[in-house]
Nanobody
Framework: QVQLVESGGGLVQPGGSLRLSCAASGSFLSINAMGWYRQAPGKQRELVAGITSYGTTDYADSMKGRFTISRDNAKNTVYLQMNSLKPEDTAVYYC??????????????WGQGTQVTVSL
């Protein structure tokens, strides 16, 4: 069984910064792509940023220049550095990982989510 555990969410003022972390644990062979998604109240879940096992990154347009995704393959951990936060960034942020098991099959897993609130 694979678990993704997120941390680092909280309340921050507009213009502030937060750093989210997501650590994968369990029994698996490797992790392919990892990413962050978010879901605001009444809205669909949307991609924030993704990163391949080689470090290639991709961002949603509204996050480019403000958010940075990175990963530590040795720790099976992905990070999201969020700067210049805006009230519209308020959402539950979810970690996602494509995990390869020892049979060679790849399955996607989700974390439980961490709340980010940007407000005065």
């Amino acid at each position: 069984q694979v678990q993704l555990v997120e941390s680092g969410g909280g309340l921050v003022q507009p213009g502030g910064s937060l750093r989210l972390s997501c650590a994968a644990s369990g029994s698996f062979l490797s992790i392919n792509a990892m990413g962050w998604y978010r879901q605001a109240p009444g809205k669909q879940r949307e991609l924030v940023a993704g990163i391949t096992s080689y470090g290639t990154t991709d961002y949603a347009d509204s996050m480019k220049g403000r958010f940075t995704i990175s990963r530590d393959n040795a720790k099976n951990t992905v990070y999201l550095q969020m700067n210049s936060l805006k009230p519209e960034d308020t959402a539950v942020y979810y970690c996602n990982a494509d995990v390869r098991n020892y049979y060679g099959f790849v399955q996607g897993y989700w974390g439980q989510g961490t709340q980010v609130t940007v407000s005065l």
